[in-house]
């Protein structure tokens, strides 16, 4: 009787061990296609570099920001990182240690991320392979350079991004709002930004310069005046090309 319940145990272990392992899996791979929505790898991968390690120069009116090292290496990257921290990263700009981010990641619009998500793009972060390099330090003019000044800018604009009533929307519009505002944070481009880089929410979507070049109204009746339809959009985010023309620029690697 005791080899029979001994090996009950032994084969409801292993059982429970090959469910846990598959719901893992699951887990990082809806990470992956979370980390590619949200569009990690194009602001935190330098041109020629390891994927997500960081040194990518990411020019404002305010200096040069790096996109930081998001690699699992415990020193440079986020290796050690809890949840929670990397939870208060994504949706509120913080640091492991506290430190304020600045907007150029776009806590402004992740801070609407759903919590289950961010714990998957983190399982998956957590698979690649680490690098051991620190992203170049980042140097700001003054008074920008002094990260604890977000504090109050935070407090104005942090949560700008709002979403709209679902009231009455299909499943397949809530979804593809939470895509664009949030995940794939569509408007922190193609909104224009105040004199402090403050996204202008009175004017959501309706287009934004960026180093020079114009990110394009992505309003509907805008995209319709210009010719856009469904398929050339699906065409244009998959191929990064349509009858419209084709993708450049910052627009490339997303």
Not at 147 to 161: A, C, D, E, I
Request: glycine letters at 12%; a neutral charge; charged letters at 20%.
């Amino acid at each position: 009787m005791q080899r029979i319940r001994s090996g009950f145990a032994l084969a409801l272990g292993m059982a429970l061990s090959v469910g846990v392992q598959a719901a893992d899996q699951a887990q990082i791979k809806r990470g992956e296609y979370l980390s590619r929505a949200a569009d990690c790898m194009a602001c935190h991968t330098a041109e020629g570099g390891a994927p997500f390690a960081g040194g990518l120069p990411i020019h404002s009116p305010f200096g040069t920001i790096y996109g930081s090292n998001i690699t699992p290496d415990k020193a440079f990257g986020i290796g050690n990182y809890s949840a929670d921290e990397f939870f208060a990263a994504l949706a509120k700009g913080k640091r492991k240690d506290g430190a304020n981010l600045y907007p150029a990641m776009p806590y402004t619009s992740y801070h609407l991320i759903k919590r289950e998500d961010a714990d998957d793009i983190q399982a998956y972060l957590m698979t690649v392979a680490p690098v051991h390099r620190p992203a170049p330090e980042t140097k700001l003019s003054f008074p920008f350079n002094v990260r604890q000044g977000l504090t109050g800018w935070n407090m104005l604009y942090g949560k700008s991004v709002e979403l709209q009533s679902t009231e009455g929307k299909s499943a397949a519009w809530q979804r593809g709002q939470y895509m664009v505002e949030v995940l794939g944070h569509c408007g922190e481009c193609h909104t224009p930004r105040n004199s402090i880089g403050a996204l202008q929410q009175d004017q959501r979507l309706t287009g934004g310069l960026l180093n020079g070049y114009l990110a394009p109204s992505l309003l509907a009746k805008d995209l319709a005046e210009r010719g856009w339809t469904q398929p050339d959009l699906t065409t244009f985010l998959k191929h990064g090309m349509s009858a419209q023309g084709t993708m450049f620029n910052e627009m490339f690697p997303v």
